[in-house]
């Protein structure tokens, strides 16, 4: 089993810049593959990208793609959503969530939730 906890959101102007992390506790870290969700206002929980294991591998939902980077330090239990030109479509609770099935580009049915953080994006 494996516990998240996300950090790093809050308020940013768009045009801007935030990093969340998420960090997770146990030893076998590195056995788990990750994603990253969001959900806005109203709004079901999407996609937004994923990494695999070892980090070698990574995907993006289109909405995000080129402005979004996922990236993870195993050795320190942590995954990374780097996040630029922010707009404010990207308005949402941003979660981690880890999986222990083979990784796929769109990861489905993840088995363990962070309780999510919350990034605003002013026009």
């Known amino acids: 089993q494996v516990q998240l906890v996300e950090s790093g959101g809050g308020l940013v102007q768009a045009g801007g810049s935030l990093r969340l992390s998420c960090a997770a506790s146990?030893?076998?870290?590195?056995?788990?593959?990750l994603g990253w969700f969001r959900q806005a206002p109203g709004k079901e929980r999407e996609f937004v990208g994923t990494?695999?294991?070892?980090?070698?591998?990574?995907s993006y939902a289109d909405s995000v793609k080129g402005r979004f980077t996922i990236s993870r330090d195993n050795a320190k239990n942590t995954v990374y959503l780097q996040m630029n030109i922010l707009k404010p479509d990207d308005t949402a609770v941003y979660y981690c969530?880890?999986?222990?099935?083979?990784?796929?580009?769109?990861?489905?049915?993840?088995?363990?939730w962070g309780q999510g953080t919350l990034v605003t994006v002013s026009s």
């Open positions: 969530a880890a999986s222990l099935r083979p990784y796929s580009d769109y990861p489905i049915g993840m088995d363990y």
């Open positions: 990494i695999s294991r070892a980090g070698g591998r990574t």
């Open positions: 146990g030893r076998t870290f590195s056995n788990y593959v």
